[in-house]
């Protein structure tokens, strides 16, 4: 069992960045994949990036590529999400997700364990 807290959001300004964490709490943290989610208010939640168990490899969606960056602190056991360049598309509800099986996919269905979210909201 994993369990996951969100923190970091808030208000930022177009062009302005926000740095969100993801702390974990339970066993194996370091065995699995973490990804980010967002759902803007009306839309389904989609996948914005997630790092491998061992932070080596990380994948992103196109439209986050450039501008934000995921990490992981195993010894902390902490995810990140770094995002600059904000945009007013950003503005959603951001969640960390756990994946026990998979290791690098997109698919919110493959993720095991969720944190409540995050609001972030960008002003143009």
């Known amino acids: 069992q994993v369990q996951l807290v969100e923190s970091g959001g808030g208000l930022a300004q177009a062009g302005g960045s926000l740095r969100l964490s993801c702390a974990a709490s339970?066993?194996?943290?370091?065995?699995?994949?973490l990804g980010w989610f967002r759902q803007a208010p009306g839309k389904e939640r989609e996948f914005v990036a997630v790092?491998?168990?061992?932070?080596?490899?990380?994948d992103y969606a196109d439209s986050v590529k450039g501008r934000f960056t995921i990490s992981r602190d195993n010894a902390k056991n902490t995810v990140y999400l770094q995002m600059n360049s904000l945009k007013p598309e950003d503005t959603a509800v951001y969640y960390c997700?756990?994946?026990?099986?998979?290791?690098?996919?997109?698919?919110?269905?493959?993720?095991?364990?969720w944190g409540q979210g995050t609001q972030v909201t960008v002003s143009s």
């Open positions: 997700a756990a994946d026990r099986t998979y290791g690098l996919v997109s698919s919110q269905y493959a993720y095991d364990y």
């Open positions: 339970g066993r194996a943290f370091s065995s699995y994949a």
């Open positions: 790092i491998s168990w061992r932070g080596a490899t990380t």
